[in-house]
């Protein structure tokens, strides 16, 4: 079992900065790969990027690739996501998930665990 509780999201102009924290609880948190996922009002729930139990491996939407960087700090049983350059598209709900497991999975259904969500807005 995993507990997430995502931190983190707020108000930022358009080529700004944020960072969003994801706070896991659970025994099963060092072996799981851990993703970011987001949704639009409207929109399907789209995957970020995902970071392996490891770190060995990460994965990055064609979207966000050279601004957006997912990191994990074992000893505080954390994930981060750091979005720089920032768009007003890229506002959302920004949603984390865990799936146990050693390998990234980049479909949503692979993640049997999700945090309640983080609001991040871009104003233009």
Same mark, same amino acid.
């Given at each position: 079992?995993?507990?997430?509780?995502? &931190?983190?999201?707020?108000?930022?102009?358009?080529?700004?900065?944020? #960072?969003? &924290?994801?706070?896991?609880? %659970?025994?099963?948190?060092? &072996?799981?790969?851990? *993703?970011?996922? #987001?949704?639009?009002?409207?929109?399907?729930? $789209?995957?970020?990027?995902?970071?392996?139990?490891?770190?060995?491996?990460?994965?990055?939407? $064609?979207?966000?690739?050279?601004?957006?960087?997912?990191? #994990? $700090?074992?000893?505080?049983?954390?994930? =981060?996501? !750091?979005?720089?350059?920032?768009?007003?598209? $890229?506002?959302?709900?920004? =949603?984390? *998930? *865990?799936?146990?497991? #050693?390998?990234?999975?980049?479909?949503?259904?692979? =993640?049997?665990?999700? %945090?309640? %969500?983080? !609001?991040?807005?871009?104003?233009?």
């Amino acid at each position: 079992q995993v507990q997430l509780v995502e &931190s983190g999201g707020g108000l930022v102009q358009a080529g700004g900065s944020l #960072r969003v &924290s994801c706070l896991a609880s %659970g025994r099963t948190f060092g &072996s799981s790969a851990i *993703a970011w996922f #987001r949704q639009a009002p409207g929109k399907e729930r $789209d995957l970020v990027a995902a970071i392996s139990w490891s770190c060995s491996t990460t994965y990055y939407a $064609d979207s966000v690739k050279g601004r957006f960087t997912i990191s #994990r $700090d074992h000893a505080k049983n954390t994930v =981060y996501l !750091q979005m720089n350059s920032l768009k007003p598209e $890229d506002a959302a709900v920004y =949603y984390c *998930a *865990a799936r146990p497991g #050693r390998t990234i999975r980049t479909i949503r259904s692979e =993640y049997n665990y999700w %945090g309640q %969500g983080t !609001q991040v807005t871009v104003s233009s």
